[in-house]
């Protein structure tokens, strides 16, 4: 029995930070995503509910060192040496942590992939 090709592995993906997200970092480099809350729904929700036209995603200390290095050329993979080197033991398990991170981001549309 022939099997088909193994599925692409996911932290040999190349995350792209979408350019309508706008962010910044503090003085202790803890990274804070702008989110522009659009649509129907959310323009309501602004009016009836008072909800802010812009929400302020405030990342955790390891999510603030990996968003800067999403640049479209590293690969989720590139990313975790120097996450290790940074956070030591904090960091582990390492990968199994980024591709958590990854899923997260890309479930909100936070992150998009480079494709070739």
């Known amino acids: 029995m022939k099997h088909n ?3 692409e592995n996911y932290l040999e993906r190349c995350p792209v930070r979408p350019e309508w ?3 910044s970092a503090d003085e202790n480099g803890i990274v804070t995503l702008d989110i522009e809350n659009k649509g129907l729904a959310n323009r ?3 009016k009836l509910l008072k909800k802010p036209k812009v929400s302020h995603i405030h990342l955790d200390e390891i999510g603030s060192f990996v968003w800067p290095m999403i640049d ?3 690969t989720i993979m ?3 040496e120097p996450m290790e ?3 030591g ?3 582990k398990p390492t990968y199994e942590r980024l591709a958590k991170f990854f899923q997260i981001l890309e ?3 936070f992150v998009e992939w480079k494709t070739e």
């Open 21 to 23: 997200i706008a962010w």
């Open 85 to 87: 080197e940074h956070f």
């Open 44 to 46: 309501l929700a602004q």
């Open 107 to 109: 479930s909100y549309g």
């Open 5 to 7: 090709q193994p599925e």
């Open 72 to 74: 479209g050329k590293k």
């Open 89 to 91: 033991d904090l960091a």
């Open 78 to 80: 590139d990313m975790g």
